[in-house]
Nanobody, 125 residues
Framework: QVQLAESGGGLVQAGGSLRLSCAASGRTLSNNAVGWFRQAPGKEREFVSAISREGGTVYSPTSRKGRFTISRDNAKNTVYLQMNSLKPEDTAVYYC??????????????????WGQGTQVTVSS
């Protein structure tokens, strides 16, 4: 089973940028669509974005298009989330995970597994 490790989080002022990484070990990540999710205190885990196995298709809510960009480098076994124009409401723990069946099927967290430990993103106003 693949193991995922997120990194790149931190404290940033509103309007700033962060680039999160999701590094895989144990096996190749290229067989799976990968999703990014986030969870704020007291809230449910929320879908952020996902990318197909080859990286040719990305899935993002309309509200975040233009601010968040997902990408992947299968040679490095890593998926990235570039976040620009950050807002205080983006504050959360960000997680990556792989689709259980390999291909993108939707935005529900139950479709994904091999969750990483998460990386904290805090945006100050």
């Amino acid at each position: 089973q693949v193991q995922l490790a997120e990194s790149g989080g931190g404290l940033v002022q509103a309007g700033g940028s962060l680039r999160l990484s999701c590094a895989a070990s144990g096996r190749t990540l290229s067989n799976n669509a990968v999703g990014w999710f986030r969870q704020a205190p007291g809230k449910e885990r929320e879908f952020v974005s996902a990318i197909s196995r080859e990286g040719g298709t990305v899935y993002s809510p309309t509200s975040r298009k233009g601010r968040f960009t997902i990408s992947r480098d299968n040679a490095k076994n890593t998926v990235y989330l570039q976040m620009n124009s950050l807002k205080p409401e983006d504050t959360a723990v960000y997680y990556c995970a792989v689709d259980k069946l390999g291909y993108y099927r939707g935005t529900s967290p139950i479709l994904y597994d091999s969750w990483g430990q998460g990386t904290q993103v805090t945006v100050s106003s």
